[in-house]
């Protein structure tokens, strides 16, 4: 399918204000699909033209991302969570699997932890894990890191600054990717990770597997965005799970 053509840009009301999002309609399964920070629905763009015509695709601005609302509030996960559960209610669409990349992935991990309809997740190089902030503290990297994806996000889409430095150096370590979160996600997960990932690396996402007891794709010549880099071998990745979430009796 073709990014610009085959999809309708549509909007709807949330009490945050209005998501963008771009809809190609079909009669398959339904999927929602979360971009990481300081991005927008444009980088699935390479993905989308391996996927197969008939599924049900959202992809998505975030909160203060791409044309969505960018209200002047606290950028919590949580609220990321609250403007994509009004969303999904709206649409009716509460059997989709999501799919998030990185700060996206984050979200959809929140997501799938609260009672909330939805038939699996897949987390695609997902940040938010509790295991990478600990170490960067402990480190004393943390700071370092804030800053360097700071500037490296402040060079995408226009983005707000204000709205990046909420995100980024806020303290938001009560909705980090912790044991607590995980055991509450009771649908199917399947991890995606970049062989080369720099960004999280790829110990993080085993480690993430082993705690949710879920299978992970490794993607060779992928680094934190596998869904560009090697967007045949994500999409495989991701039909092969929709495959098995289908075949579950529900």
């Given at each position: 399918?073709?990014?610009?053509?085959?999809?309708?840009?549509?909007?709807?009301?949330?009490?945050?204000?209005?998501?963008?999002?771009?809809?190609?309609?079909?009669?398959?399964?339904?999927?929602?699909?979360?971009?990481?920070?300081?991005?927008?629905?444009?980088?699935?763009?390479?993905?989308?033209?391996?996927?197969?015509?008939?599924?049900?695709?959202?992809?998505?601005d975030m909160l203060g991302h791409g044309q969505s609302a960018a209200?002047?509030?606290?950028?919590?996960?949580?609220?990321?969570?609250?403007?994509?559960?009004?969303?999904?209610?709206?649409?009716?669409?509460?059997?989709?699997?999501?799919?998030?990349?990185?700060?996206?992935?984050?979200?959809?991990?929140?997501?799938?932890?609260?009672?909330?309809?939805?038939?699996?997740?897949?987390?695609?190089?997902?940040?938010?894990?509790?295991?990478?902030?600990?170490?960067?503290?402990?480190?004393?990297?943390?700071?370092?890191?804030?800053?360097?994806?700071?500037?490296?996000?402040?060079?995408?889409?226009?983005?707000?600054?204000?709205?990046?430095?909420?995100?980024?150096?806020?303290?938001?370590?009560?909705?980090?990717?912790?044991?607590?979160?995980?055991?509450?996600?009771?649908?199917?997960?399947?991890?995606?990770?970049?062989?080369?990932?720099?960004?999280?690396?790829?110990?993080?996402?085993?480690?993430?597997?082993?705690?949710?007891?879920?299978?992970?794709?490794?993607?060779?010549?992928?680094?934190?965005?596998?869904?560009?880099?090697?967007?045949?071998?994500?999409?495989?990745?991701?039909?092969?799970?929709?495959?098995?979430?289908?075949?579950?009796?529900?």
């Open positions: 399918m073709d990014y610009e053509s085959d999809f309708a840009d549509e909007f709807a009301e949330t009490s945050l204000g209005d998501m963008h999002f771009k809809h190609h309609k079909g009669n398959g399964e339904k999927m929602i699909f979360i971009h990481g920070l300081g991005g927008s629905t444009l980088v699935w763009k390479r993905l989308m033209e391996h996927m197969p015509d008939d599924l049900d695709i959202y992809l998505i209200p002047d509030i606290d950028y919590t996960v949580s609220a990321q969570f609250q403007f994509l559960r009004e969303f999904i209610a709206l649409q009716n669409n509460g059997d989709s699997i999501i799919i998030g990349h990185s700060y996206g992935g984050w979200v959809a991990a929140y997501y799938a932890s609260q009672p909330c309809g939805l038939k699996g997740v897949v987390l695609e190089d997902t940040a938010g894990i509790k295991e990478q902030f600990d170490d960067l503290s402990s480190s004393g990297k943390l700071q370092a890191d804030r800053e360097r994806l700071m500037s490296s996000v402040m060079e995408l889409n226009e983005n707000k600054e204000s709205i990046m430095r909420s995100i980024i150096f806020s303290d938001h370590s009560s909705e980090d990717i912790e044991d607590g979160m995980i055991a509450d996600i009771k649908k199917p997960v399947r991890l995606i990770w970049g062989r080369d990932d720099a960004t999280v690396p790829l110990s993080y996402g085993i480690l993430l597997g082993k705690k949710m007891n879920a299978e992970i794709d490794i993607i060779e010549g992928a680094g934190h965005e596998p869904h560009f880099e090697q967007p045949e071998k994500v999409k495989e990745a991701i039909m092969d799970f929709v495959s098995k979430v289908a075949s579950q009796p529900r």
